[in-house]
DNA sequence: TTGAAAGCGCTACCAG
DNA sequence: CTGGTAGCGCTTTCAA
C-alpha cells in the first residue's frame, strides 16, 4: 500500500524533535508524573513549536473508550433544554469531559440518526432528553452498555436511569389554584408531539379540570413548539366559539407566544384571561406580565443525571434507578379572579 | 501485549457472523455498490442482528479526516448565537456530516479548550461565532489548515473566511433615528466582552451620538450577557443621575431584560423611554411592547458560514475571502418621541 | 466481486 | 525513567 500523505502533526513528530521515543511524548501529555522534567520541559517545547493538537480519534481508540458525554435533545430552542443541556455542559467541563450535543427537532428520524451517532462515537455517558421516544431505540442503548439517563420515558433498566416530572401532580396544582380564582372555562395548549410527556400533561389536565368542577369545561389546542407555535394556538383558540377565563399552557415557551397574540388582540392578562406555562425558564420572570408557572429544577436534573453516568461515584452508574421530581407551582402575576361573564 | 477485551461489536463480528471478510463488510457500510447484492444483504443483516454500530474514531482516523463540523459560540442562550448554530446543524445534516458545538461563555480560557478540542477532532470545518478572540488562537486555526469561518473578528487568510458585519452602520442608523425622534440623552446598554464586535458597538455609539446633536449626552453601562444583565445595567441606569430618554442595548436579549427592569420602576415604554436591540431575535417580536432593532440576517449567515466551509462547491474552500454584511433597522413599538423633560 | 494486509495516531504493557 | 511494540477498529490499496 502507498503510504499515505499526512498533512498534520502526530505524536512521531513530536517525538523525533524532542529526540525521545513516542511512548514518552505519550506519557508527557497524559500528564503521567513518571517523566524527568527535563525530559518533559524538552516534549512540551516541541509540541508547543509544531502546533501539535493530539489526534482524539486515535485517543479514543486506543483506550477503547472516549471522554465524550452526548446529550440528545428535541428543542434546544426552547430554553428547558437548553438549561440542562448548560448545567451538563458545566459539570462534564469541570471532570475534563467533551460534549457532543444533538437536536432531534421533535423528529424521530433525527433522534435514531442522533442515538446512531453518539454509539459511534462511543460516549462515555449518554443523556437522553427528549419528549418523543421509541421501544426500539431504548432497547439499542440499553443493548450499548453505555450507562444512560432517560427524562420522562422509558423504565429503568441495567445501565439506564430514569427521571422523571410528575406532570400530572403539577397540571392538578395548577388545575386546582386556577379553580380556586373562580375559572371554570380553560383551554389548554400544547404541541404536536403526540408521545410521552407532552401527552401526559394533556391527559392530566382534562382529567384535573373534571375534577375539580364538574362544571368546569376544558378544550384542547396544539401548534409546534415555540413562541410561533404559542401564537398559532392562540389565535385559533381566539377564533373558536370557546371563551375560557383561562389558559394552561404546556411550558413558558409557547405562553410567552401567546401572550403576544392576546396582547394583539386587546385581551388583558390577567384581568380577561389569565395563563400559565410549565417549565419556569428564566424568560417567565422576564415576560410582561411575569409568568405562573409550574416549576421543574433543571439544574437540578442537570446535575443528578450527570451524576447517575458520568460522576466520580462509580457505584453510582448502570444502576437503573427511577428518580421522581415533584413540581411546585410558582405564582406570578399572570393569573388572577375569573373574568365575569 | 495482553489482548484487550472488548465488549462491543466491531467489523469483525459482523464479518464472521456474514461470512465475509472486514473489506466487503466496510464496502458494505460504505455503501459502495460493488458488492454482490445477496452478499450485501447477508451483512446487513448480521449488522442488524448484532446491534453494530461502526465506530466512529476507527473510521475517522483510518480515513485521516472526519466529517464533523465543528461549532463555537460565547453563549448558546443567547438566541442569536443559538439561530446561527441551528441553521449550520441543519446543513450540516443535510450533507451527512456531525456537528460539534461548544460554549465559551465570553471565556477565553474555555475558547481555548474549545479550539483544542476541535482541532483535536480534525473537524472538516469550523465556525467561530465568538465575540472575544484572541490573534494567537487565530493562529492556531489558520496554522491546521482546517477549512474556518470566523464571525467578526480576526482577519482573512488562507483557510479562513471572514463574515463580519457592518456594526457601525447599524448603531448609526439606530441614533439618528432616535435622534430624529427628539432623543438626546442616550444611554448604552452593553456587557462585559471587552473585545471586538461589542466594543465596536459601543464606540460606535459614542461617536454616532455626538455626530448627530452635538448637544446630545451618552453614557455607558455594562453587565454580563443575558436576561439578568440586561436588568442589572438598566437597574444601575436607573439609580444614576443620568436619566436617559433613549437606551440602545449591545443584544435583544439583554433589551428584555432591561425592559423588565424600566417596567418595574412604573416606567412606560415606549412613553417614558424609549429602548432598541441589536440582532433581531424571534423574541424581539414577542416581547411586549415589541422591540424596535437593527436586523442581523443569522440564517443567512449560517448559510454563507457553512458554505465556505464545508459545502459542495470546493473551490469555495479556504478561499479567505471578506464578507460584510449591511444591518437594517427595524422599527417596532419599543422607541417613540422623546419626552418632554 | 471478494480477501489480505498495511497502515491511521495513540495508549499501555513489558523490558531494560 | 525511557523505549519498543502490539493492538484499538476501520479504510483502502493490491491481488486474486
Redo the contacts with the bound molecule.
Keep these: 500500500?502507498?503510504?499515505?500523505q499526512?498533512l498534520?502533526m502526530?505524536?512521531?513528530a513530536v517525538a523525533q524533535k524532542a529526540r525521545?521515543?513516542?511512548?514518552?511524548v505519550?506519557?508527557v501529555?497524559?500528564e503521567l508524573d513518571?517523566?524527568?522534567s527535563s525530559?518533559r520541559a524538552r516534549v512540551m517545547k516541541a509540541a508547543e513549536e509544531l502546533n501539535y493538537h493530539?489526534?482524539l480519534h486515535?485517543?479514543s481508540?486506543?483506550?477503547?473508550k472516549s471522554r465524550i458525554l452526548g446529550i440528545i435533545v428535541s428543542n434546544m430552542e426552547n430554553p428547558f433544554f437548553l438549561d440542562i443541556y448548560r448545567t451538563l455542559e458545566a459539570d462534564a467541563r469541570a471532570h475534563g469531559h467533551e460534549v457532543v450535543v444533538a437536536n432531534t427537532d421533535y423528529q424521530s428520524q433525527q433522534l435514531v440518526a442522533s442515538v446512531q451517532l453518539m454509539l459511534g462515537l462511543r460516549v462515555a455517558g449518554l443523556a437522553v432528553i427528549v419528549s418523543e421516544m421509541d421501544e426500539h431505540l431504548i432497547q439499542t442503548v440499553a443493548g450499548s452498555r453505555i450507562p444512560a439517563a432517560f427524562y420522562d420515558v422509558g423504565t429503568p433498566q441495567k445501565n439506564i436511569t430514569n427521571i422523571r416530572v410528575d406532570y400530572r401532580k403539577g397540571i392538578k396544582k395548577t388545575v386546582s389554584y386556577l379553580s380556586s380564582l373562580g375559572h371554570r372555562r380553560m383551554a389548554f395548549i400544547g404541541h404536536h408531539s403526540t408521545l410521552g410527556p407532552i401527552s401526559e400533561r394533556r391527559k392530566s389536565f382534562l382529567e384535573s379540570v373534571g375534577r375539580c368542577s364538574p362544571s368546569a369545561e376544558a378544550k384542547i389546542f396544539a401548534a409546534t413548539d415555540g413562541l410561533e407555535g404559542g401564537r398559532q394556538a392562540a389565535r385559533e383558540l381566539i377564533e373558536s366559539a370557546f371563551h375560557p377565563t383561562a389558559i394552561l399552557c404546556v411550558n413558558d415557551f409557547m405562553a410567552v407566544g401567546a401572550m403576544r397574540e392576546l396582547r394583539e388582540e386587546g385581551l388583558q392578562i390577567p384581568r380577561d384571561v389569565s395563563i400559565t406555562g410549565f417549565d419556569n425558564i428564566k424568560l417567565a420572570e422576564y415576560c410582561s406580565p411575569p409568568l405562573t408557572t409550574v416549576n421543574i429544577p433543571r439544574e437540578h436534573i442537570g446535575h443528578i443525571i450527570f451524576e447517575n453516568i458520568i460522576g466520580d461515584d462509580k457505584d453510582q452508574h448502570g444502576i437503573g434507578r427511577e428518580i421522581v421530581i415533584d413540581p411546585e407551582l410558582v405564582v406570578r402575576e399572570s393569573t388572577g379572579l375569573a373574568a365575569k361573564s
Design positions: 500500500m502507498r503510504k499515505r499526512t498534520v502526530n505524536l512521531d525521545v521515543s513516542t511512548s514518552t505519550s506519557r501529555l497524559n513518571v517523566v524527568k525530559t493530539p489526534n486515535a485517543r481508540l486506543a483506550r477503547g
